[in-house]
Antibody
């Protein structure tokens, strides 16, 4: 059964870079033609798609974040990563990783990790 | 960017009642719409995809309908575990993929 687990720094200072990793277990990140996604949710608010990376390495980002986001894959570690530069308090959120299912919808999701931007 | 507007924001109902949630798109998304359920402290869970197909393991009391710009999620008879927040999401026109603002189904 595919499982995803986010990890990374829970506290980031303003103007610094947020870095998170999503460890994949139960399947190879290189199998199939799925995309691997990052989504975030500010406390008490709705969901925002950040971007995803396809098995081919092609990436797509939310235009509102594109200038600050990088998503990459490390096949040797069976994980993928998110980097968000120049963070502000508005980037405080629970960050989720997810994979597309066979019908191109987000399923499953990781449990999420809270990242707080504060000095 | 396609904007998804969910209504109502909050729905107060009792167990056993029928819940009807709406998601309206700012332009047609054909049938490329999904519904997710989120409980406090948990990640969202896929309920319905392609507007009307139940995801694996989702009970038959959940159903989805609609196409184009107007979509509905119906819970035929609310169980205690169904009180949660529900989000719709489109993947017809992207980037960006977009979500609705959510509907909270609370116990009356």
């Amino acid at each position: 059964q595919l499982q995803l687990q986010e990890s990374g720094s829970g506290l980031v200072k303003p103007s610094q870079t947020l870095s998170l990793t999503c460890a994949v277990s139960g399947d190879s990140i290189s199998s199939g033609s799925y995309s691997w996604t990052w989504i975030r949710q500010p406390p008490g608010k709705g969901l925002e798609w950040i971007g995803f990376i396809y098995h081919s390495g092609t990436t797509y980002y939310n235009p509102s974040l594109k200038s600050r986001v990088t998503i990459s894959v490390d096949r040797s570690k069976n994980q993928f990563s998110l980097k968000l530069t120049s963070v502000t308090a508005a980037d405080t959120a629970v960050y989720y990783c997810a994979r597309e299912n066979d019908y191109s919808w987000f399923d499953p999701w990781g449990q999420g990790t809270l990242v707080t931007v504060s000095s | 960017e396609i904007v998804l507007t969910q209504s109502p924001v909050t729905l107060s109902l009792s167990p056993g009642e029928r819940a009807t949630l709406s998601c309206r798109a700012s332009q047609s998304v054909s049938s490329y719409l999904a519904w997710y359920q989120q409980k406090p402290g948990q990640a969202p869970r896929l309920l319905i995809y392609d507007a009307s197909n139940r995801a694996t393991g989702i009970p038959a009391r959940f159903s989805g309908s609609g196409s184009g710009t107007d979509f509905t999620l119906t819970i035929s008879s609310l169980e205690p575990e169904d009180f949660a927040v529900y989000y719709c999401q489109q993947r017809f026109n992207w980037p960006p993929l977009t979500f609705g603002g959510g509907t909270k189904v609370e116990i009356k």
